[in-house]
């Protein structure tokens, strides 16, 4: 009976875990994951919750605004689109708490709070005594130093510097200096600015980075620019053009790398910039400094992969990403958009997998066309541009945990972080991040061999080993003394045993005859 008693109990066990697991994802429109020691997509769970979906019918005072117009028909399509958002492009966090969300349709910035009541909207500009109205806006920027807000005006050729009462102080347009050819188009779609007031712009059309301008205007350069990859093709034509003709060298078509498609900047002046490009796997995303270095390789990250690994086996959830935005989020953590799947991936500031979150489709928590993302405190921001709206998502219960433990142990506190991180394994068994900070944890305490075990299961060849020369000098540490005392005491009795011999004092029964 005792052994039925244990049976009916471990089934119990294993049905209320399945349970809780399953409902901490059944609300989900989407599969979570993460990945395994071994790099293969396993289910996972939610760190963040899709909590609502916002269109224009939401953002209260809207309507008020638009039938404040003159000429309002609520009967006229026209006005019936501007009650909606028509494809939005883009959304902001200002430092003063406030959403700028672009209305590329509509030819609108729409500012609201973070309970969507609507602040203003912003359409048309006062340019020295001229009126100027926006053309599909791409993207905004708020500078937190001087509250003055810039605007990508793309169909127009331009970038605006206005400020809140949309007074126009400075127009970013097509440089004029040699080393920016005529022949490209000037369509400006995202911008940021630096500290010293420095200006950023990602144009299309130009793949030598983003164009720079400096706080009057005048233009820079170019800055931070793609690495071009060293594929077998670029590497045959590089040979071919050392033992080819210079008429042939002038002929051949010359290797140009991938211009990124966005980026964002961080509170210490760092821009991050993303590639959407599925050919090209160097630079797809970048933290590069005032030099135009690119320094996120050595900060410690123990992989360098954005978006889904190529799979080492069979996983249904593994796809080719196509990164189209990044945020940096209050803890220096990476989001980054999936354009090509509607997923968002997390990564800590040392580029570690945090989650996974989206999906395509068109349920709450899943994408259309995902075109930008930003975040606020524990909430994301993603914007769909065929859905016309927003999706919020909320981190959890299982995502606050997550992220304290990471936040502990970036920040150098081991010790810290190893009570969260056993609750995190206690959560799920698949997350390898907390077997790694575990063991750091206990090679911080010098508990080696336990810590061997964690790295073991994690995977981590590098820190075990690290471990096991830990736990191997404590060994010689502990034994060498004693061991060395007991060669020399067995030594001292051979020798005077030999000795007592010799002299006939004793008879060592194992004594051996010579010649023997």
Not at 422 to 451: C, F, H, P, S, T
Not at 495 to 509: A, E, Q, S, W, Y
């Amino acid at each position: 009976m005792s052994g039925i008693k244990r049976l009916i109990a471990a089934a119990g066990a294993l049905v209320l875990t399945l349970s809780v697991a399953k409902s901490a994802y059944a609300t989900e429109s989407y599969d979570p994951y993460g990945y395994d020691r071994w790099g293969d997509a396993v289910a996972s769970q939610v760190g963040y919750s899709a909590e609502e979906f916002v269109d224009g019918k939401m953002i209260n005072g809207l309507y008020e605004r638009i039938e404040a117009k003159e000429g309002f028909d609520y009967d006229d399509e026209d006005w019936k689109v501007q009650l909606q958002f028509k494809e939005p492009a883009d959304i902001f966090v200002s430092h003063d708490d406030k959403l700028y969300i672009v209305d590329k349709g509509n030819n609108r910035i729409v500012i609201t709070d973070f309970e969507w009541n609507l602040l203003d909207i912003l359409d048309k500009f006062d340019y020295n005594g001229e009126e100027y109205t926006l053309n599909a806006p791409q993207g905004v920027f708020v500078d937190p130093y001087t509250d003055y807000i810039y605007i990508c005006d793309t169909e127009n050729s331009r970038v605006l510097k206005c400020d809140k009462d949309c007074k126009v102080d400075r127009v970013f347009t097509k440089p004029t200096s040699e080393i920016y050819s005529q022949d490209l188009t000037f369509k400006p779609e995202k911008v940021v600015v630096d500290k010293a007031g420095n200006v950023y712009v990602v144009v299309g059309s130009v793949t030598k980075g983003s164009v720079m301008y400096d706080i009057n205007g005048e233009f820079l350069g170019f800055f931070g620019a793609n690495r071009v990859e060293a594929t077998a093709e670029i590497v045959m034509n590089a040979f071919w053009n050392t033992i080819a003709t210079q008429e042939q060298r002038d002929r051949s078509l010359r290797s140009t790398a991938v211009g990124f498609d966005n980026f964002d900047i961080d509170d210490m002046g760092f821009i991050y910039t993303v590639s959407e490009s599925s050919d090209v796997k160097s630079d797809t995303v970048k933290k590069v400094n005032p030099e135009g270095t690119n320094i996120l390789s050595t900060l410690g990250a123990e992989e360098m992969i954005f978006g889904d690994h190529s799979p080492a086996y069979y996983s249904i959830y593994t796809k080719e990403s196509s990164i189209v935005d990044i945020d940096i989020g209050p803890n220096g953590e990476l989001n980054l958009l999936d354009y090509a799947h509607g997923r968002v991936f997390q990564y800590d500031k040392f580029a570690n997998l945090m989650f996974v979150m989206g999906g395509s489709g068109n349920q709450l928590g899943t994408f259309l066309n995902a075109t930008a993302i930003e975040t606020n405190g524990d909430l994301i921001y993603v914007v769909d541009s065929r859905k016309n709206g927003i999706t919020v998502f909320k981190r959890t219960e299982f995502g606050e945990i997550v992220t304290e433990a990471t936040n502990l142990y970036n920040s150098g506190y081991y010790d810290e972080s190893y009570a969260p991180w056993m609750e995190v394994i206690k959560r799920d068994g698949n997350y390898r991040r907390a077997y790694i900070g575990i063991g750091n944890a206990l090679l911080n305490q010098e508990k080696y061999k336990e810590a061997m075990h964690y790295f073991k299961v994690a995977i981590s060849r590098k820190r075990y080993n690290r471990a096991f020369e830990g736990y191997r000098d404590l060994l010689l540490q502990k034994w060498l003394t004693p061991t060395v005392v007991c060669i020399i005491i067995i030594a001292a009795i051979v020798f005077i045993l030999k000795t007592l011999d010799k002299f006939g004092v004793i008879k060592l029964p194992f004594k051996r005859k010579r010649g023997a």
